[in-house]
C-alpha cells in the first residue's frame, strides 16, 4: 500500500499513534503482545516511514508539550516565562497547542499526541471534569509524562504544582471579616476555572464561619463588559470588600468604584488574587494575595523532567508557599 501512513498502522492495530511510534523507535517500552500485533500490520500494509519522520524519531532534541486555554492572561506569560526558562536550561524544545471550550477534544489530543512530545504540561483550566476525564486518559494510554500546572483536577494522583488557593482566600477574608467589614464580595468570572472553585471554597467558608451570607458577583475579564457590570452593580449592592479572582477585575472594580464617588480602601477595601503588573499599575496601588506564578511554572517544568528521565520523586502533587503584599488598596 504505497501511501499508508502512521494513522493507518495505528487504527487497524487498535492502538495509539504513539504506541506506532514506540514500536518503531523503542521497541522494548512496548509489551510483547502489543509490539507483535503492530509490526504485523506494519508488514502486511507495507508501511515505511518517510525520511523526515525517520528523522524525527531519531532526533536528539526533548520536546515538551504546553497545552493551554489561550495566552491573553497577564498570569499565564509569567506561568510561561518560567516553564522556558527551566526549559532551556535542559535544552529542550517547547511546543505550545490551545484547547478552546469549542474544540473537539478527542480530535485536538490527537493532533498533539501525533507531534510524539516527550512530555506535556497541562495548563488549560477551563476544561470541565468530563473533558479533563478524556484528555488525561488520552495522554495516559499514549504513555507521555504529564503534570499538571496551576491547575486542579480532584480525585486523581497525577503529578500537579499549585498553590493553596482555598487557604489563601480564606486568610484574607478573614482579614476583611476581621477589620468589621461584613459586605465582602467574591467577585470571579462567568466562565468556571478550577482554580477559582478552589477560591470560592475558601471565601464561602469564612463567611460562614463568621455568620455572614457568602456573596458572589460573576463578571467577564474583559474590562469593557466588566466595568458596565460593577457600575450596575454599585447602584444596587451594599458592599465595603472585593476580592477579585483576577487582578484586572479587581482593578477595573476599583477604577468605577472611584468614579462613583467611593474611597478606597475607606470605603470599599479590594484585593486582588495574583499580583501580576496591574496590582502596580493601579491607582491605588492593589493589595494582593502573592500567587507564585513563575515559580509554579518553573517547579513544574523540573518536576516533569524528573518523570521523563524516570528519576525519584518524593512529592508528586507540589503546593508552593504564597504571601500576601499589602499596597494601598486594603
Request: some cysteine; overall charge neutral.
Amino acid at each position: 500500500m504505497a501511501n499508508t501512513t502512521i494513522y493507518d498502522v495505528a487504527g487497524k492495530a487498535g492502538v495509539s499513534l504513539a504506541t506506532v511510534s514506540r514500536v518503531m523507535n523503542n521497541p522494548e517500552k512496548v509489551n510483547a503482545e502489543t509490539r507483535d500485533r503492530v509490526l504485523k500490520v506494519i508488514k502486511e500494509l507495507g508501511y515505511r516511514p518517510n525520511a523526515i519522520a525517520r528523522g524525527l524519531a531519531s532526533r536528539k532534541t526533548t520536546t515538551i508539550g504546553i497545552i493551554m486555554a489561550d495566552i491573553s492572561r497577564a498570569s499565564t506569560s509569567q506561568l510561561l516565562t518560567g516553564i522556558v526558562d527551566i526549559a532551556k536550561k535542559y535544552d529542550y524544545a517547547v511546543k505550545i497547542f490551545t484547547i478552546g471550550e469549542n474544540d473537539d477534544i478527542r480530535e485536538s489530543m490527537r493532533v498533539i499526541i501525533a507531534e510524539q512530545v516527550d512530555g506535556i504540561l497541562f495548563l488549560n483550566d477551563e476544561l470541565v471534569h468530563d473533558d479533563m476525564d478524556l484528555v488525561i486518559g488520552q495522554i495516559q494510554d499514549a504513555q507521555i509524562p504529564v503534570v499538571l500546572c496551576n491547575v486542579f483536577y480532584d480525585g486523581t494522583n497525577i503529578p500537579s504544582v499549585n498553590i493553596d488557593y482555598e487557604k489563601a482566600t480564606y486568610e484574607i477574608t478573614k482579614e476583611f471579616i476581621s477589620e468589621g467589614r461584613k459586605n465582602v464580595y467574591l467577585v470571579s468570572t462567568v466562565r468556571r476555572y478550577s482554580v477559582n472553585n478552589h477560591k470560592l471554597i475558601g471565601y464561602t467558608r469564612a463567611m460562614e464561619e463568621a455568620g455572614l451570607e457568602p456573596m458572589v458577583f460573576r463578571t467577564s475579564g474583559d474590562v469593557q463588559i466588566n466595568s458596565l457590570h460593577f457600575e450596575e452593580f454599585l447602584k444596587t449592592k451594599k458592599v465595603d470588600g472585593v476580592i477579585a479572582v483576577r487582578d484586572s477585575i479587581a482593578v477595573s472594580f476599583i477604577n468605577m468604584a472611584i468614579k462613583n464617588g467611593l474611597r478606597v480602601p475607606e470605603d470599599v477595601a479590594v484585593v486582588g488574587l495574583q499580583n501580576t503588573k496591574y496590582a502596580i499599575l493601579s491607582r491605588p496601588t492593589l493589595t494582593c494575595v502573592d500567587t507564585p506564578v513563575y515559580d509554579i511554572g518553573a517547579v513544574s517544568m523540573r518536576l516533569l523532567t524528573k518523570y521523563m528521565k524516570n528519576e525519584e520523586v518524593s512529592e508528586a502533587r507540589v503546593v508552593l508557599p504564597y504571601r500576601i503584599v499589602k499596597r494601598e488598596s486594603k
